[in-house]
């Protein structure tokens, strides 16, 4: 399948080289991408020193972007859900998150999710197919221009759908622009990768990138049948390779790793495994996110009452794990985790498209 190429996901040299095609002056490439990170242009002949011809000619050779957005909603907690729509048809989504000083924004790295997390909307309908590079970074576009011009993206989660680590190449490819000075601009400890760790080896190949990101490992399970239950696809993985992977993660970079555990009413919430889970991360310095389940209509499970979900961290915190309960953002326009999109395949009545 062609995809659109965008301006969004060239490296600085890649551009040059387009440039050089052109029989244009590589310096061209600064200029664009100036435009693009740092003006917010959202179309190459909005690049007024650039000359005219040229405007006309990159834009149909390499426009700004593929994407464009299908949809958004404002949350009342001021989190914004947009729906990204790719040149496919397909769709995606990503959410802006206001907290604070911090202007976060959540975006997805694949279309749908082949992970199959029981309690998740993203794979409910399977995976369609990777993004690259340059629709990952749109996201990241099209919330810089949700902000007044004096404020700017400080933070970039992959926690969107899609496994990012199934996705390896094109997922680095645009933490490398999202980094880098000339494009996002954002340092390595201001973005983070959620995984549920696929395979060890993929982390110990993202540990030796040379961009030391944050890394979330979606747990869910400090107890290797357990965890099967709830990510059927990481049955190959046991928990005991995860928290090992972690460890070389966190020697190799430098960066606490945060283990995610969505708490599930009746699954994994028994305080009794939260003990299990202490003594699973002893000795490694690490954080725990705790999340109560965002319940999904079709799914039917639930999160735990809020004393149990206090109850859970309290056995951790006794264990002097470093705890932090990460609250639901976006819930009224079902900002969540591939809720948005659902919603949509919903509306569409069916599984195939996300267009009706
Ligand atoms: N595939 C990656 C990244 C996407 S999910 C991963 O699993 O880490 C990002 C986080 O959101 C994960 O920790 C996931 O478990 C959590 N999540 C997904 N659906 C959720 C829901 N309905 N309620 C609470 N957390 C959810």
Redesign the pocket.
Known sequence: MTVARSVAGFSQAELESLFVELGEAPYRARQVQGWVFRRRAGTCTSMTDLPNTLRSRLEEACPVHSSRVAEQRRSEDGSVALVVELADGEAVECVLIPEGRRRTV?V??QVG?A?G?V????GLAGIRRDLEAGEVVEQFLHATRLLPAEEAITHV??????????NYREVVKALRVLNAPWGGALGARRLT?????VSPSSIDRLAGEGIPIRL???L?AADDELRRRI?PTASRVSVADLVAAARRYREATGRDVTF?????RGVNDDPRLAHQLAELLEGLSCNV?V??????AE?G?E?PAPGEVEAFMDVLRRAGVVVRH?R?RGGDVEA????LRLGRLRASGGGASCRS
Request: proline share 8%.
């Open positions: 959540c997805s790295t999710c992970m997390c309690f998740c909307a993203s989660v992959l926690m969107g759908m899609g496994e990012p680590l199934a990768l959620s995984t549920v760790g979330a490992i979606s869910h990510i995610e555990y969505t708490l599930i996110n999340i109560p389940l965002n319940p999904v799914i499970l999160p990460r639901k969540a985790c591939g809720q």
